[in-house]
Nanobody, 121 residues
């Protein structure tokens, strides 16, 4: 079972960058698909990006394509989300998720506690 802890959130100006990390202390990281979701205040949780167990396949929401990059280091049991050219509408709590099922139509089965990202205009 995955045990996920996010870090790297914070306050940044529009146009800036942040890198989120998600550490998994469980034993399943290298065989699970991983992903990121986000939830803005008063809105539903939305898919951001996902990556297959070996990093060979990645998927992105249209709203972040070309700006965000998901990656993973299986030797470190860590997932990353590099966020560039941030916009105020990227402001949300970002959640890391793990799923033993396919990365296609990633839904997430195990969740971290979330990290706040705030982008000021």
């Amino acid at each position: 079972q995955a045990q996920l802890v996010e870090s790297g959130g914070g306050l940044v100006q529009a146009g800036g960058s942040l890198r989120l990390s998600c550490a998994d202390s469980g034993r399943t990281f290298s065989v699970y698909a991983m992903g990121w979701f986000r939830q803005a205040t008063g809105k539903e949780r939305d898919f951001v990006a996902a990556i297959s167990w070996n990093g060979g396949s990645t998927y992105y929401a249209d709203s972040v394509k070309g700006r965000f990059t998901i990656s993973r280091d299986n030797a470190k049991n860590t997932l990353y989300l590099q966020m560039n050219t941030l916009k105020p509408e990227d402001t949300a709590v970002y959640y890391c998720a793990a799923d033993p099922r396919s990365v296609v139509d990633f839904k997430g089965m195990y969740w971290g506690q979330g990290t706040q990202v705030t982008v000021s205009s």
